[in-house]
C-alpha cells in the first residue's frame, strides 16, 4: 500500500494535531544512541505503534 501526500490532507492534519484530535500511538522511545535497537525493535513485529528516537 502506498500513498501520495497532498498539501491538502497535510494541512488536515496539521489542523487536527494542533486541536489535539489527532493522537499517534506511541509503542516505545529509545535515545538517539539507541537507533539500532530501535530499527530492530520496529523490524521485529513487537511494536503496535510508532517507534521514536529523541534526540537530546
Not at 497535510?10 to 499517534?24: I, V
Request: charged share 25%; hydrophobic share 40%; no cysteine.
Amino acid at each position: 500500500m502506498s500513498a501520495e501526500p497532498s498539501s491538502k490532507d497535510l494541512k488536515t492534519l496539521a489542523q487536527l494535531a494542533n486541536k489535539g484530535l489527532l493522537k499517534p500511538v506511541v509503542s516505545k522511545v529509545f535515545p538517539l544512541d539507541q537507533a539500532v535497537e530501535a530499527l530492530k525493535f520496529s523490524e521485529s513485529g513487537q511494536s503496535y505503534g510508532k517507534v521514536v528516537i529523541t534526540i537530546d
